[in-house]
Structures are given as C-alpha cells and as structure tokens.
C-alpha cells in the first residue's frame, strides 16, 4: 500500500494564498505521475492538476490556470500545489494520488490512479 500523505491545507481568506504538500516518503517516486483533485460536498471528485514523473509535463483545470501551479521535488519525494487568488469556491478536500507512468505522461482523470492520499481540508472564505 503506497502511503501519501497531505499537509497544509486550512482556512483562508478570499484572495489569499495556501500551498498544499504531499509527501510518500516509501514511494519509488520518479517513477510516478502525480496529481491532485478535489471534492466539494455533495460534488463528485474533480481534476484539479497533474504533473508528469520528469515534471516536465503538467496540466491543470480551466477552473485554476493561472491561479494554482503544481510542481514537485523528486529528491524530497514531494509534490506541491502552490493556490494563489483563492476563491471560496475553491473550498473541498484535496486529494493527492499517485500512478506509474512514462516520463512524460501526466494523468487527469481520477479512474487512471490507483493510490490516493487521506486529504486535507481547504477552506476559502468570502
């Protein structure tokens, strides 16, 4: 069982900023494409963006271009979701998850991953 596990979610205010981490410290981490989602209540989990094993790939959804950025440090075996001019339609769980994938290959659909962190809990107020 892959282990992630997320931090830094909270409360924030509208316009402000948070930087979400996901750490899987027992992964064989360059080899995964990873990603992360979110799930607002009474929503259906949603791609939020997705950064390929290199990271020399990333997508992100129409709903945070611009906004959010995904990036990650394979030494540390982490990877960051950097969300700036929050909205509070922003607010829901966010999820990391993790698939094997080619080196370039970046994975934005939540059938695709097999391995899925805890969440952490992000809140934007108005």
């Known amino acids: 069982q892959v282990q992630l596990v997320e931090s830094g979610g909270g409360l924030v205010q509208a316009g402000g900023s948070l930087r979400l981490s996901c750490a899987a410290p027992?992964?064989?981490?360059?080899?995964?494409?990873m990603g992360w989602f979110r799930q607002a209540p009474g929503k259906e989990r949603e791609f939020v963006a997705a950064?390929?094993?290199?990271?020399?790939?990333?997508r992100s959804s129409d709903s945070v271009k611009g906004r959010f950025t995904i990036s990650r440090d394979n030494v540390k075996k982490t990877v960051y979701l950097q969300m700036n001019s929050l909205k509070p339609e922003d607010t829901a769980v966010y999820y990391c998850?993790?698939?094997?994938?080619?080196?370039?290959?970046?994975?934005?659909?939540?059938?695709?991953?097999?391995?899925w962190g805890q969440g952490t809990q992000v809140t934007v107020s108005s």
């Open positions: 027992g992964l064989t981490f360059s080899l995964y494409c």
């Open positions: 950064i390929s094993r290199s990271g020399e790939s990333a």
């Open positions: 998850a993790a698939q094997p994938a080619s080196r370039t290959t970046v994975l934005s659909t939540v059938e695709l991953y097999d391995d």
